[in-house]
């Protein structure tokens, strides 16, 4: 019995030494942490817009997220999308409910500032006032519509999809039109040196420049990518005069229609991606029309 | 017992050498396949296992004398778990870069037993400088098991060296994959010990 409890007592002692070390740890570091993970996604959607070093942003672009929500209630479901409106000088936000068929349900003020609409606890708090039971709500994705002057530049769509081990969680970026701006994968767990290539220029830039029309076919094919073609996707390695302006035009017009060429010895992790980007993109262009046919009929003035 | 006490120096070379821990101790063997797979990849699972290694190796050395002895593994793993969250998030704070590339590594050297092993042996038993010594002799040895076995699966799996395309193409793509992981392994195990029959030999005649 004795034993029992020095026993008990060494281990709570040790665990709470280690437990006030790790929170220690935490709090000191959570904020630098939020930060890095904010700027890392923030320079990928930068760049998948075509801004960078030598073609800086311009200073009033503005990524505006637009949160989409599964409403239900009752045995009747909705979709809820949380859209940043235009109120005077202030942001506001308000949850447009839309049925299934794509027809304007109801609208609803949210009350929460553009600062805390990031978070994703405080978005629910202030959603479950406007959504009370018995409604129930489940978040679904947010996507990002990036703007300037009043104009929209592009969307952007941090997404996962899944991949051949796990879920691989990637932006894609569209330009109104909906044409494929890029690809940039975040994360996976695909094995090094066949799917990790994934990550790699010569596949993702592929997508670059796809048009909607083609990428509603968009297929994977087992041919070998040729030489030019893959110096070409390797923009980060390009040298002075390696491409005159011509040839440029000239590889982008080839292979402007062209499917995507697999990884070698890695299909399913390609062909995973592929469908990947084909799917969230034909989803959210569906999507964004419907949307945006609502918002224009019920003259919800939204700030993109 | 005429058991001869180490000197600093000698617990430190035995880590890298003659007690290496993947080559002569066989721990650690699912990082050792699973992760060798670069040189990169060596280098930053070493580095990352080198700090654990000493942190925890001094805590216990320090606190050795109030340990319960019934519940002593409890103990250390509640120390490495508590300095790979601490590495873990100090990194994910301040060196991004670093972070991006390892994060996944540093998680799991949770469940490394070349660290719990060497509590167990040594630094519950020795003071806090030949724990320390000892931690960062072993946390160097494996650092360089993992970096030889990643040069060796880089070159004929990949064709590259730190990323460096050296051959232009790729001889045996098998060697990136998990199972030549044993079979680098092995080969490299009996290439030290090999080494290290001749270096006896030579002593002797």
Known sequence: ?304 | MAIKEKTNKQLFVDGILKENPIFKLALSMCPAVGISTSVMNGILLGTAVLFVQVCSSCTISLVRNYIHPKIRIPTYTLTIATWVTVIDLVLAAYVPVAYKAMGLFVRLIVAFAIITMRLEMFACKNPLPKSFWDGFGMGLGFMFAMMTLGFVRELLGSGMIMGYDVLGFKPLLYFVLPCAGFVTVGLMMGFFNWIEVVYERRKKG
């Open chain 1, 1 to 304: 019995m004795n034993q029992i409890i020095k026993i008990t007592f060494a281990l709570t002692i040790s665990c709470v030494i280690a437990a006030s070390a790790m929170g220690l740890a935490y709090t000191m570091t959570a904020k630098a942490k939020k930060h890095n993970h904010h700027m890392n996604v923030y320079n990928a959607m930068i760049g998948l817009l075509g801004f960078g070093e030598d073609n800086p942003a311009p200073s009033d672009l503005k990524f505006l997220n637009v949160y989409r929500y599964i409403v239900e209630d009752g045995d009747k479901k909705f979709l809820g999308y949380m859209v940043p409106v235009e109120k005077g000088t202030e942001e506001a936000y308000e949850m447009v409910l839309i049925d299934l068929e794509g027809n304007f349900v109801e609208k609803l003020e949210v009350p929460i500032s553009a600062e805390k609409a990031e978070e994703a606890q405080d978005r629910a708090k202030a959603l479950q006032k406007v959504l009370a039971a018995p409604k129930i709500f489940a978040y679904a994705d947010a996507s990002v519509i990036a703007t300037s002057g009043g104009k929209r530049l592009g969307y952007v769509l941090p997404r996962k999809f899944p991949g051949f081990r796990t879920f691989i969680h990637g932006i894609v970026a569209m330009d109104p039109k909906f044409e494929l701006l890029g690809l940039e994968i975040m994360e996976h767990e695909e094995d090094a040196g066949l799917g990790k290539e994934i990550e790699q220029e010569y596949f993702r830039n592929q997508f670059k420049g796809k048009s909607y029309e083609k990428l509603k076919t968009l297929e994977v094919v087992k041919k070998p990518l040729p030489v030019e073609y893959k110096k070409y996707l390797e923009k980060s390695k390009w040298e002075e005069g390696m491409f005159t302006e011509e040839q440029i035009a000239e590889i982008r017009k080839q292979y402007k229609d062209a499917d995507i060429y697999a990884i070698t010895a890695s299909t399913i992790s390609s062909k995973a991606v592929t469908d990947g980007v084909k799917n969230v993109a034909k989803k959210f262009a569906y999507r964004i029309d419907k949307l945006d046919s609502v918002l224009k009929k019920e003259k919800i003035h939204a700030a993109f």
